[in-house]
């Protein structure tokens, strides 16, 4: 087991950054013979390589190329137009190449610079993860969008015409993810993914959903317990957290009663920071949060979607927004980023009483946030 001065010091190189990540793979690219799969790969190569955001992005020096087996990872930095842009134009290509059939994904998020075994660099982080559960949504000829990236195309009205609520789709780990299908004049797929259509396994109950048949549940008294670990933990992305968990934190969790509806929202979180572009942040640590929460079983979490109208607000009653939205506890907070340090707080309230239940503040070095659980749980893909 390492030190924290060690893993501080083999964290230090780490950069975080917000990329708005492209997917692309070959649909039944396993079922191809070897050197059929190598031409389709050098012809889907030759078709990304001349759309003209590929070029402007690499001339810029604000692209990085990833191949990922059976497709291909493009990492736009600069604006999430750029990976729709990208995804249409390659699909709009590809009508000329029906022998090449591509499904996309795209997502915006943190993502990180690691060193493997081979010294050779890898990407890891959320932004790619995420991306990867949108496009595992789709079908043939799809070009899938995160909730988080269509939200951002909507203000835009040249973009709003052509993007298509799905709903939520059932991912890994028992995430669900708000999907949005990109389509504009012929190019993409209008057709409901297979994911995304009504399987039975799923049950609705005034407007929730309920827990299949099997799942396994959690014991009542350690609900709360497991809400709150799970909240702050996945807030910061320390793993350390889970090794040592806060005074205030044990000391609530003894005192903790089952409370009858087990319905949490998670608020937006409030960027304090001046740059703008930390707002990706903020909302890279509710998404975060939303994703350890889902796995608990007994829990009704509030999707990303129905809390995002409260964003703007200049205040929030949490008593109201908890009662529309059925729940009996709240968790909000915010993130403030200065030069090379993050400082997260998070609270958790009880909605009914508006007490606050429990509270903590982290200041941490930026290289420290998602460095440790990134490199350890995540997906990764190498240059």
């Not at 951002?152 to 708000?178: A, I, M, T």
């Not at 609530?252 to 001046?274: H, R, W």
Request: charged share 25%; hydrophobic share 40%; with cysteine.
């Amino acid at each position: 087991m390492q030190t924290e001065d060690t893993s501080a010091g083999e964290s230090a190189d780490l950069q975080l950054e917000i990329a708005h990540v492209l997917l692309i793979d070959i649909v039944g690219y396993s079922k191809l013979l070897v050197n059929e799969q190598i031409q389709c790969m050098q012809q889907l190569s030759r078709i990304v390589r001349s759309t003209g955001c590929f070029r402007k992005a690499e001339n810029e020096g604000k692209l990085i190329r990833l191949p990922t087996g059976d497709g291909m990872a493009l990492l736009f930095f600069q604006s999430p137009e750029e990976p729709a842009r990208c995804a249409l134009e390659i699909s709009d290509t590809l009508r000329n190449h029906p022998e090449i059939s591509v499904r996309m994904g795209v997502h915006s998020g943190p993502v990180n610079r690691v060193t493997d075994v081979n010294d050779k660099t890898n990407f890891a982080g959320s932004g790619i993860n995420v991306a990867q559960r949108v496009l595992d949504c789709g079908d043939a000829g799809h070009i899938l969008l995160s909730k988080h990236v269509a939200d951002d195309l909507s203000q835009y009205s040249h973009w709003q015409p052509y993007l298509n609520d799905l709903g939520e789709c059932e991912v890994k780990h028992g995430l669900r993810l708000h999907i949005v299908n990109l389509c504009k004049d012929g190019v993409g797929n209008r057709q409901v993914p297979e994911k995304l259509k009504p399987r039975g396994r799923w049950k609705r109950a005034r407007g929730r959903v309920v827990r299949p048949i099997g799942a396994p549940r959690w014991p009542k008294s350690m609900l709360l317990v497991a809400v709150l670990v799970s909240a702050v933990a996945l807030a910061v992305s320390f793993s350390t957290f889970f090794h040592r968990a806060p005074t205030s934190a044990r000391n609530f969790s003894q005192n903790a009663v089952p409370v009858p509806e087990k319905g949490i929202a998670v608020m937006p979180f409030e960027n304090l920071s001046d740059d703008k572009q930390n707002a990706y942040f903020a909302d890279g640590v509710q998404d975060e949060i939303l994703t350890n929460l889902a796995r608990v079983a007994d829990l009704k979490v509030i999707s990303r979607t129905s809390t995002m109208q409260y964003k703007a607000s200049a205040q929030r009653n949490l008593r109201d927004i908890a009662k529309k939205l059925g729940v009996s506890h709240v968790v909000e907070g915010s993130v403030q980023r200065s030069g090379g340090r993050v400082r997260v707080n998070a609270q958790l309230i009880d909605a009914k009483s508006d007490m606050q239940l429990w509270g903590q503040s982290y200041d941490r070095e930026i290289a420290d946030v998602f460095a440790i659980e990134n490199v350890s749980r995540t997906d990764r893909i190498s240059t």
